[in-house]
């Protein structure tokens, strides 16, 4: 079957020696008009059928009993229906019959089928025509029926009527008309349409296969132009190209499970599928519903109720003299990310075993494979080879050296150097997929500039609010969107470009500048925050008693030192006025 040629219907005709018989969820395979049970091979022939989008066409049309059967064995008395006309559910059977003598030496009686075969060709369904409302017209008839003087009727209804007919004679004549545009071009057209031709003629056999090979070039072809020019057309209209590239998938993959012979069976992945959504919906906690209304008399407040619980407060939650809570941070959640922080490595264990019951509540699981373990020691410097993993409740984490979190890289200590060079790469993966329609010719550079602004920038500027840049890192963003330009323009080193002039062609955003201004911006938000928000707290926070004393060698580049330079030592404590004086 998987060798017969597209294009004709393939029938499986003979004595397939077993039984079949109609059985739920085979309605469209088997008909009513079998002969006896099914047997073993019977329910190999089903599937078969199944696989295939077969119909076991002899069991369909209406029979008495005496004229199904097509075997008859020794002594006449075992008769049997074993011999089947299968063919597609869409073949134009007209009937099936059983020819009851023929003059042949057989035990087997000849099966027979009808078919209808109309050599008349038949037409397409029409497509329907597509209409566009022109809003500049309809605006245009409304002004003109505007001006025109109306009397007003006293009854509402009439005046109901009046409007719903003015709105009917502006909108008259506002639908047009679009042209059908074909996706494909005619050179494409005339190979299909000679493939088809050729299909038929078997003495053609290396015709068809060349015309087959250029009508897939041509197809390809079309396709990448049209791809091209959908993106040109987002950029130029400052449309998502995030939807252009989705909507240009050209198939999805099915999701298909094997059954026990090793086969891809959807009824087995719709049942796999319909378990797990029972099982992951279906109740597995009582929740004991809270009774709101009591109808206990309170007693009333006493001095002796009242110190003992002031006595039972904890100590060490009250502001210090530096007027700073004892606030700890221990995690941070966003969706299904976490972050738990901890003292030591027995409050860590605690904390990550509880994580997992919780998480095993609402059927959720701790993946290890997944979960990274941080550590910042800087009097024990052990290397993390040698660190002993954290066993919680069966399962085994690792310690890692960094890892990701939402799109950042975390690290102890802080290497801002890995994250800079995580972003450029996913900048160059942003390029990759744009190069082509960044550097075809026919695109407008105006259109180069958006779509580098709009996907490659923001990739590789994600988070640089948050970074420490030194010169090292500033050169290295220069350098790498350098290279960027240079490609968009097909520049050679022999083209003694200089920078400045390979920048005023572009008119991209620099990325070191445009860093500088979103860390600027940024800063400016945490200036106007409430004290009682974290990132105000760790960005403001100096602690008790510090003493500003310089440390051996060269101080590390520090992250408000570049606020320090453009506004101030006093950046986070002044007014909106002098932030906006001191920038200019």
């Given at each position: 079957?998987?060798?017969?040629?597209?294009?004709?219907?393939?029938?499986?005709?003979?004595?397939?020696?077993?039984?079949?018989?109609?059985?739920?969820?085979?309605?469209?395979?088997?008909?009513?008009?079998?002969?006896?049970?099914?047997?073993?091979?019977?329910?190999?022939?089903?599937?078969?059928?199944?696989?295939?989008?077969?119909?076991?066409?002899?069991?369909?049309?209406?029979?008495?009993?005496?004229?199904?059967?097509?075997?008859?064995?020794?002594?006449?008395?075992?008769?049997?229906?074993?011999?089947?006309?299968?063919?597609?559910?869409?073949?134009?059977?007209?009937?099936?019959?059983?020819?009851?003598?023929?003059?042949?030496?057989?035990?087997?009686?000849?099966?027979?089928?009808?078919?209808?075969?109309?050599?008349?060709?038949?037409?397409?369904?029409?497509?329907?025509?597509?209409?566009?409302?022109?809003?500049?017209?309809?605006?245009?008839?409304?002004?003109?029926?505007?001006?025109?003087?109306?009397?007003?009727?006293?009854?509402?209804?009439?005046?109901?009527?009046?409007?719903?007919?003015?709105?009917?004679?502006?909108?008259?004549?506002?639908?047009?008309?679009?042209?059908?545009?074909?996706?494909?071009?005619?050179?494409?057209?005339?190979?299909?349409?000679?493939?088809?031709?050729?299909?038929?003629?078997?003495?053609?056999?290396?015709?068809?296969?060349?015309?087959?090979?250029?009508?897939?070039?041509?197809?390809?072809?079309?396709?990448?132009?049209?791809?091209?020019?959908?993106?040109?057309?987002?950029?130029?209209?400052?449309?998502?190209?995030?939807?252009?590239?989705?909507?240009?998938d050209m198939y999805k993959k099915r999701l298909l499970l094997k059954d026990s012979n090793g086969l891809l069976s959807q009824k087995e992945t719709e049942e796999q599928v319909k378990n797990f959504y029972e099982e992951l919906f279906s109740p597995k906690v009582s929740i004991a519903q809270p009774n709101l209304y009591s109808t206990e008399n309170l007693p009333p407040f006493t001095l002796s109720g009242i110190s003992n619980a002031i006595n039972s407060l904890k100590f060490g939650h009250a502001a210090g003299i530096d007027r700073i809570l004892p606030d700890i941070l221990t995690t941070l959640t966003?969706?299904?990310?976490?972050?738990?922080?901890?003292?030591?490595?027995?409050?860590?264990?605690?904390?990550?075993?509880?994580?997992?019951?919780?998480?095993?509540?609402?059927?959720?699981?701790?993946?290890?494979?997944?979960?990274?373990?941080?550590?910042?020691?800087?009097?024990?410097?052990?290397?993390?080879?040698?660190?002993?993993?954290?066993?919680?409740?069966?399962?085994?984490?690792?310690?890692?050296?960094?890892?990701?979190?939402?799109?950042?890289?975390?690290?102890?200590?802080?290497?801002?150097v890995k994250e800079i060079k995580r972003r450029i790469q996913s900048g160059w993966n942003a390029w990759g997929k744009l190069s082509e329609l960044l550097r075809h010719h026919l695109v407008s550079t105006e259109a180069k500039r958006r779509a580098f602004d709009a996907c490659i920038t923001l990739c590789v500027l994600y988070g640089c609010e948050a970074w420490t840049l030194r010169e090292t890192d500033r050169e290295l963003l220069a350098v790498t969107q350098r290279k960027m330009e240079r490609r968009m323009l097909k520049l050679r080193w022999q083209d003694r470009w200089t920078n400045e002039r390979?920048?005023?062609?572009?008119?991209?955003?620099?990325?070191?500048?445009?860093?500088?201004?979103?860390?600027?911006?940024?800063?400016?938000?945490?200036?106007?925050?409430?004290?009682?928000?974290?990132?105000?707290?760790?960005?403001?926070?100096?602690?008790?008693?510090?003493?500003?004393?310089?440390?051996?060698?060269?101080?590390?580049?520090?992250?408000?030192?570049?606020?320090?330079?453009?506004?101030?030592?006093?950046?986070?404590?002044?007014?909106?006025?002098?932030?906006?004086?001191?920038?200019?």
């Amino acid at each position: 079957m998987k060798q017969a040629p597209k294009g004709y219907m393939s029938f499986i005709i003979g004595d397939l020696n077993g039984r079949v018989k109609r059985e739920p969820g085979m309605e469209s395979i088997v008909g009513q008009y079998t002969f006896a049970d099914m047997n073993d091979r019977g329910r190999r022939i089903v599937e078969l059928c199944s696989r295939s989008r077969l119909r076991v066409w002899n069991t369909w049309h209406v029979s008495r009993k005496n004229r199904l059967w097509t075997w008859r064995g020794p002594g006449g008395v075992v008769k049997h229906q074993i011999d089947y006309l299968i063919g597609p559910q869409s073949a134009p059977v007209v009937k099936t019959t059983v020819i009851n003598r023929l003059e042949y030496d057989t035990d087997h009686r000849l099966v027979r089928m009808t078919l209808h075969l109309d050599g008349k060709k038949k037409w397409k369904r029409k497509r329907p025509k597509m209409r566009k409302f022109d809003r500049t017209e309809y605006r245009s008839n409304a002004n003109a029926l505007a001006m025109m003087i109306v009397p007003i009727p006293p009854d509402p209804i009439q005046v109901y009527n009046a409007t719903v007919s003015l709105l009917h004679k502006t909108a008259t004549g506002c639908w047009k008309e679009t042209e059908f545009v074909s996706k494909f071009s005619n050179a494409t057209k005339a190979l299909l349409l000679e493939r088809c031709n050729l299909k038929s003629d078997p003495m053609r056999t290396t015709d068809y296969v060349n015309v087959c090979k250029e009508a897939r070039k041509s197809l390809q072809e079309d396709l990448r132009l049209r791809k091209e020019n959908e993106l040109m057309t987002a950029i130029e209209k400052r449309r998502s190209i995030s939807k252009v590239v989705r909507s240009q998938d050209m198939y999805k993959k099915r999701l298909l499970l094997k059954d026990s012979n090793g086969l891809l069976s959807q009824k087995e992945t719709e049942e796999q599928v319909k378990n797990f959504y029972e099982e992951l919906f279906s109740p597995k906690v009582s929740i004991a519903q809270p009774n709101l209304y009591s109808t206990e008399n309170l007693p009333p407040f006493t001095l002796s109720g009242i110190s003992n619980a002031i006595n039972s407060l904890k100590f060490g939650h009250a502001a210090g003299i530096d007027r700073i809570l004892p606030d700890i941070l221990t995690t941070l959640t966003y969706a299904d990310d976490v972050v738990v922080v901890a003292r030591n490595r027995s409050d860590l264990a605690t904390m990550i075993g509880k994580l997992i019951v919780e998480c095993g509540k609402v059927g959720l699981k701790v993946h290890p494979a997944k979960t990274m373990l941080l550590t910042e020691n800087r009097k024990q410097k052990q290397p993390l080879s040698q660190k002993q993993p954290l066993s919680v409740r069966g399962q085994q984490f690792l310690y890692q050296e960094g890892g990701k979190y939402l799109g950042r890289y975390l690290s102890f200590p802080i290497d801002n150097v890995k994250e800079i060079k995580r972003r450029i790469q996913s900048g160059w993966n942003a390029w990759g997929k744009l190069s082509e329609l960044l550097r075809h010719h026919l695109v407008s550079t105006e259109a180069k500039r958006r779509a580098f602004d709009a996907c490659i920038t923001l990739c590789v500027l994600y988070g640089c609010e948050a970074w420490t840049l030194r010169e090292t890192d500033r050169e290295l963003l220069a350098v790498t969107q350098r290279k960027m330009e240079r490609r968009m323009l097909k520049l050679r080193w022999q083209d003694r470009w200089t920078n400045e002039r390979v920048r005023q062609a572009t008119g991209v955003k620099d990325w070191v500048m445009e860093a500088e201004r979103r860390k600027l911006a940024w800063a400016n938000k945490i200036r106007k925050m409430d004290d009682t928000k974290w990132a105000r707290k760790m960005t403001t926070w100096i602690p008790y008693n510090y003493a500003n004393k310089r440390g051996q060698g060269r101080p590390k580049e520090r992250w408000r030192n570049d606020l320090k330079r453009k506004i101030g030592s006093d950046w986070w404590s002044i007014d909106d006025e002098e932030w906006l004086s001191r920038l200019s």
